[in-house]
């Protein structure tokens, strides 16, 4: 079966300092993977997808960033946090019309 | 950018109970679904309605959409504690292709033991 894998949980960081957010899905071959970020109180905010190793669409500008280095690993990066960066993480893959989320990473940025 | 709006926002019953959440959007749309997000975790997806599809059920859960109206309405029948959760209605527009679902802000539901 599939699952799909976030670390780390929880991260608290300072204003500045650089981020990185790993996924990787286990079972299944070149899915479609999703970065999403869920505001406190708020709906989940689609941030980047990628359809295959090395390539990665994005939907808003922003201060972050993504990689597809592997087929089954998503990254989700920053060279330098804003307070603004603070939410809850989620990385997500597509099967049919279905996603399938990971446990999420909550992000705290001071 | 938030398609989705669900309504109510926040909605507390007593166990046993009926509850229904509402979704409206915007544009044209393949399907509309509904999911289900325990405090602090990752969302698990409920049930998935067609855009040429009206009703679905599923156990307890029973979706309805309107394609005129653009909305969508999903009932929880006989309900329980363990179905306190934020409830998410999610679209993929009818352009297709394989960018993400738009989701609503959703709506909070708690079951009063």
């Known amino acids: 079966s599939q699952t799909i894998h976030q670390w780390p949980a929880t991260l608290v960081q300072p204003v500045g300092s650089p981020l990185s957010l790993e996924c990787t899905v286990e079972?299944?071959?070149?899915?479609?993977l999703y970065w999403y970020r869920q505001a406190a109180g708020r709906g989940l905010q689609l941030l980047f997808y990628?359809?295959?190793?090395?390539?990665i669409s994005s939907e808003v500008p922003q201060n972050l960033s993504a990689s597809r280095p592997q087929d089954r690993q998503f990254i989700l990066s920053s060279k330098k946090l804003l307070l603004s960066d603070s939410g809850f993480y989620l990385c997500?893959?597509?099967?049919?019309?279905?996603?399938?989320f990971g446990p999420g990473t909550r992000l705290t940025v001071l | 950018s938030q398609q989705g709006e669900e309504d109510p926002q926040a909605l507390s019953i007593q166990e046993g109970e009926n509850a229904t959440m509402n979704c409206s959007y915007k544009t044209s749309i393949n399907n509309l679904q509904w999911y289900r997000q325990n405090s602090g975790r990752g969302l698990v997806h409920l049930i998935l309605?067609?855009?040429?599809?009206r009703e679905k059920h599923s156990g307890r859960l029973r979706v309805t959409l309107d394609t005129s109206k653009k909305s969508s309405s999903l009932l929880i029948t006989a309900s329980r504690a363990a179905d306190t959760a934020s409830y998410f209605c999610?679209?993929?527009?009818?352009?297709?292709?394989?960018?993400?679902?738009?989701f609503g802000k959703g709506t909070h539901l708690i079951i009063q033991p």
């Open positions: 990628s359809v295959g190793i090395g390539q």
């Open positions: 997500a893959w597509r099967l049919g019309y279905e996603q399938f």
């Open positions: 309605i067609r855009s040429n599809e």
């Open positions: 079972g299944t071959s070149n899915p479609n």
């Open positions: 999610a679209t993929e527009n009818s352009g297709g292709g394989a960018d993400g679902l738009t």
